[in-house]
């Protein structure tokens, strides 16, 4: 909450009700917490003065940069904060993560340090908390300030780098002033020594959803997959540890996923933390904590403290999604049903609707404000657990599929069933995930036997879904359900002018290439190699990099090596390695 008046000029645009400022607004009382809580990666910092007109000016052109990075119809949310600070307030305390970063650092570090604290209120506590960190910047140094500013980029790439590897430093912080929008995009663009995943326009649009006209070859639309990938593993994760839900019964699956995931995941970050989660696994989470209680404990407490432990690194989750319903559809039904779980969770401890599960927790700490499509927002209730992001994980599972080698494509096929059937709190779901996997019974010696058979379960979900939702009607009837691809995405997966008569081989290849080339094609360090027609993605030098980019323990690192190799030969080091544990930590005790 602002401590401080905004000025005349932001109440009178504040309440422009067509275009709501997205901006937001630092000052004193946040500046440090917002920057340290954000989701997103990079934050672009904006000094202004409400008294000066260049500023006015700019305001709009700052907006219409901010719409594409903040608020509900971000076109690229999730990747850099649009921020300001009005440097007009009359004392204006700013933390900055190291101020000496800043060019022009030497004007801020000399501007008013004692004797004209003013009309500081309730700052004077963070000026005393941050004492060593903060630096003052008052009203008389703004003119300085800007002039230093004026045209000229005070982070270079050499900086924004040396940032990034600052302890304390949470994110790196770009400072910019004014010039216009397309400036600002550019330059973003053009920092390679950042890890932004594409160039940015101001007329790029919101992707929609695949069954709508769709550009496929846009990479832009892919990358935004990949963070509901990040996103749908970290929830997913998340839940597990949440709901305690690591028994005795359901340890191994959770093993053989994460090997999965270590070996062929898209995301190079849930590959490492997968692997770190791996290779410790029986320090994190020993054996002897089926209880629900000693779980509790264990994850709180215990080595690692799981609790803090973030499968896909410290900026996921980022708590909204950019291609999903999120689960189930945002529809009334749907939040009453999950509010009338919640009631008769609480008060019988029964619930009145099996596919949803709701309880007093998950409404309290998980439900979030997520991003619906067109700028809707939706509940989150995460009533649907690992399908929290029902989308982000089918997403997953799809991308995993064509990674997978033809010798690993069967034993990928149980670790998939296994998980979903282990983790997956919506039960009407997990049963009937369930059947299909248990009506295989030829093992898949193939990819393309395995890519095929996930695309067509999840088609028969579609398919299930869509007559439910019109007998019920309780579908969104923006975005139906459809037996997928449309014959916009693929119209060389139709065989002649059939709807549903598919030329599978086709259809595959379609599949390989979109969940897997494409998925990756704007990642460094990846090579594709035609297989046949398969594209498939070689991550050696992708999980090689990975392990020079933060430290990881040598275990894990090792483990990604040898994930790279073949996700079986992962299941043997995995297997011998916890041998060994157990050899020395026996070894250990009759020493003792
Ligand atoms: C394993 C699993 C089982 C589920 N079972 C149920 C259930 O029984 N009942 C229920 O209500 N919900 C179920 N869900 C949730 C449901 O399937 C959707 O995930 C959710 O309704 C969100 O739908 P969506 O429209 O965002 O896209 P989703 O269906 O989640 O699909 C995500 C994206 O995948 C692509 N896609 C769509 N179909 C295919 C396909 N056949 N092959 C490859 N790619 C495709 C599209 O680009 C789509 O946008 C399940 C989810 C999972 C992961």
Request: net charge neutral; aromatic share 10%; proline share 3%.
């Amino acid at each position: 909450a602002s401590i401080v008046p905004r000025s005349i000029l932001r109440s009178i645009n504040d309440n422009n009700a067509d275009h709501p400022d997205v901006a937001l607004d630092l000052n004193v009382a946040n500046f440090d917490s917002v920057l340290k809580e954000t989701q997103a990666t990079y934050a672009i910092v904006e000094f202004f003065a409400n008294w000066c007109p260049a500023c006015r000016n700019y305001k709009l052109h700052y907006e219409k940069v901010a719409r594409l990075f903040n608020g509900p119809e971000a076109v690229h949310p999730g990747i850099i904060l649009m921020t300001r600070v009005d440097c007009a307030l009359k004392v204006l305390l700013l933390c900055f993560l190291d101020i000496s970063f800043l060019s022009g650092g030497s004007v801020l570090r000399e501007t008013i340090s004692s004797g004209k604290v003013g009309d500081v209120g309730p700052t004077t506590f963070l000026l005393i908390e941050h004492e060593k960190k903060c630096r003052k910047v008052d009203f008389s140094s703004f003119t300085t300030l800007s002039h230093q500013l004026n045209g000229a980029w005070l982070a270079s790439t050499h900086d924004v780098a040396k940032l990034e590897h600052q302890s304390d430093a949470t994110l790196p912080l770009l400072v910019l002033s004014a010039v216009n929008g397309l400036h600002i995009i550019f330059w973003v663009g053009g920092q390679s020594g950042l890890k932004l995943p594409t160039s940015y326009g101001l007329d790029d649009k919101k992707y929609e959803n695949g069954h709508l006209e769709s550009n496929v070859s846009d990479a832009g639309q892919i990358v935004h997959a990949v963070y509901d990938v990040e996103e749908a593993t970290s929830t997913a994760f998340d839940i597990i540890l949440e709901h305690k839900m690591i028994k005795s019964e359901t340890r191994a699956s959770l093993i053989k996923f994460l090997q999965l995931l270590v070996a062929h995941h898209p995301s190079k970050r849930c590959r490492k933390g997968s692997a770190e989660l791996l290779v410790n696994f029986d320090e994190l989470l020993p054996p002897d904590i089926w209880s629900a209680k000693r779980q509790e404990f264990i994850i709180v407490n215990g080595k690692g403290a799981l609790k803090n432990f973030q499968i896909c690194g410290k900026e996921v989750p980022r708590g909204n999604w950019v291609d999903s319903q999120s689960g189930y559809a945002f529809s009334n039904q749907v939040i009453a049903a999950a509010l009338w779980n919640f009631i008769a969770n609480s008060l019988l401890g029964t619930t009145f609707f099996d596919l949803f599960f709701v309880d007093l927790h998950f409404v309290v700490s998980s439900s979030k404000v997520v991003f619906g499509k067109e700028g809707g927002y939706g509940y989150d209730l995460g009533y649907g657990s690992v399908s929290d992001s029902g989308c982000g994980l089918w997403v997953l599972l799809h991308s995993l599929s064509v990674r997978v080698e033809d010798g690993e494509s069967h034993i990928a096929f149980t670790a998939v069933c296994e998980f979903i059937h282990s983790f997956f709190i919506c039960e009407e779901c997990r049963q009937h995930f369930y059947e299909m996997c248990s009506s295989v019974s030829t093992p898949f010696n193939k990819t393309r036997d395995f890519v095929l058979w996930l695309w067509s379960a999840h088609n028969k979900v579609n398919e299930r879904l869509m007559k439910e939702e019109s007998s019920l009607g309780t579908g969104d009837p923006k975005f139906p359900k459809f037996i997928w691809p449309s014959k916009q995405l693929c119209p060389s997966c139709f065989l002649a002018r059939s709807r549903i008569d598919w030329d599978r081989d086709e259809v595959f290849k379609f599949l390989a290439s979109y969940y897997g080339k494409m998925l990756l094609s704007t990642h460094k360090g990846h090579e594709l190699l035609g297989d046949g027609g398969t594209e498939r993605v070689v991550l050696a030098e992708d999980l090689a990099a990975s392990i020079n980019a933060v430290v990881v323990p040598l275990g894990a690192a090792l483990a990604i090596a040898i994930a790279s190799c073949a996700f079986g030969a992962l299941a043997c080091f995995w297997r011998s390695r916890q041998k060994y544990k157990k050899l020395h930590h026996m070894h250990t005790l009759k020493n003792i």
